[in-house]
Every structure is written in structure tokens, then in C-alpha cells.
């Protein structure tokens, strides 16, 4: 396991799922925040996959050039990152614009059925 990990499982634990796995939330979140398009999350990602790779190798003695680790690093880093996108922009989407949408779970957003009034055709 530790050779598609790059590291032991403790270390990708502490440092790829819980540490990079908070700042990838939050750059997520950051980036939805400002209305940005989600390929921007996947570049932020990729950012905090390099910077992760630094870590596990300069501290923890990881092989530096394991394309194993890093994509597994990258994969788990970029689908945290884009769920964060992903929730934030259907939450915005919602308290934004309540008379347009409204919520269709974590991750969606659907349109509200506008009925019309007794006075209205």
C-alpha cells in the first residue's frame, strides 16, 4: 500500500486527507465564493498536489518521483476540492436567488415552479 501511497498510510492520512484535505475545502469554497469557473479549482489543486508532494518528500522521506502517489494525491485532492465548489456554488445559487431556485440536494439546484396568481394570466 505504501507504494501507491507514496508514504505510509499514517502519513497520507495526516497530511494529503486531513491537512491538503482541508485546504483543498477551502480553496474550494474561496473559489465558488468569487464566482469562479470550476477548472480553476481543478489549477488550485493541482497547486496544493505539488505542495503536498514537497511535504511528504522533504519530511517524510516519500519517493520524489512516484507518479503513483501524486495521482493519487491529485485525484483525492481535486475531488475534494471540486465537491467544495460544487456545494457552494448550488448554496449560493439558492440564497442568491430564491425566487428563481431552489435547492435539490447538496450539489443541485432546480428551478422553482412559478405559479401564476387569480389576477395573473
Known sequence: MSDVLGSSVGVFLGLTVLLFGVAAFRTGEAIA???RP???????ACGLTVADRF???SLYDSPPLSLAAAAVAWIFITAVTLFAWRATIAR???SQYPWLYEPAGILRWRRRDIVAGPDRH
Open 33 to 35: 465564493e468569487a464566482w
Open 55 to 57: 511535504l511528504a518528500v
Open 92 to 94: 449560493k445559487m439558492v
Open 38 to 44: 470550476g477548472w480553476q479549482a481543478v489549477l488550485a
